[in-house]
T-cell receptor
């Protein structure tokens, strides 16, 4: 089945820094999403981005489908950005997640 | 537009008991899928329902079951609970539009088995 790999697994940054999270997938996809898991466990939709680039405030994402990777950029990090970021694809009507990147933003 | 609603939010059960979790999808979404999240195993797929039919099932024992009703609401049941069933259970609803499917998650049910 399709494999989704995220890197780095952990990232510690000072408030105000920028960060780049990467997601590699092993097969072509037409559905790719980025989620942020908040401290209470809910997965918050950040981007639906099977290809191209999108921006939402300090966050942006780029998916290069032909090269099978996606990047999530966080600029001017805030402590509220802390948490786990998941990349996920949908294959055969089930969501396949990467293992996530745990981001710690220090004040 | 209401989001995905899961109930209850928290649950404490004793080993050997059974539990039923509920998920109400976004209006108009007919696909509902369930995931178990544990610290050691990450997010694992349990099963997916569409129009009251189970289309996919993950690699979980038969103690884990589910169903979907005609209004697309879904329930999952875990019988003979084990300590290892303690986890966050997440439900997602989705709708395919012109070949694209975006999933939305509920707040989850945190189950503790003691």
């Amino acid at each position: 089945g399709i494999q989704v790999e995220q890197s780095p697994p952990d990232l510690i940054l000072q408030e105000g820094a920028n960060s780049t999270l990467r997601c590699n997938f092993s097969d072509s996809v037409n559905n790719l999403q980025w989620f942020h898991q908040n401290p209470w466990g809910q997965l918050i939709n950040l981007f639906y981005i099977p290809s191209g680039t999108k921006q939402n405030g300090r966050l942006s994402a780029t998916t290069v489908a032909t090269e099978r990777y996606s990047l999530l950029y966080i600029s001017s990090s805030q402590t509220t950005d802390s948490g786990v970021y998941f990349c996920a694809v949908i294959r055969d009507d089930k969501i396949i997640f990467g293992k996530g990147t745990r981001l710690h933003i220090l004040p | 537009k209401a989001g995905v609603t899961q109930t209850p939010r928290y649950l404490i059960k004793t080993r050997g008991q059974q539990v039923t979790l509920s998920c109400s999808p976004i209006s108009g979404h007919r696909s509902v899928s369930w995931y178990q999240q544990t610290p050691g195993q990450g997010l694992q797929f349990l099963f997916e329902y569409f129009s009251e039919t189970q289309r996919n099932k993950g690699n979980f024992p038969g103690r884990f079951s589910g169903r979907q009703f005609s209004n697309s609401r879904s329930e999952m049941n875990v019988s003979t609970l084990e300590l290892g069933d303690s986890a966050l259970y997440l439900c997602a609803s989705s709708k395919r539009v012109q070949g694209n499917t975006e999933a939305f998650f509920g707040q989850g049910t945190r189950l503790t088995v003691v």
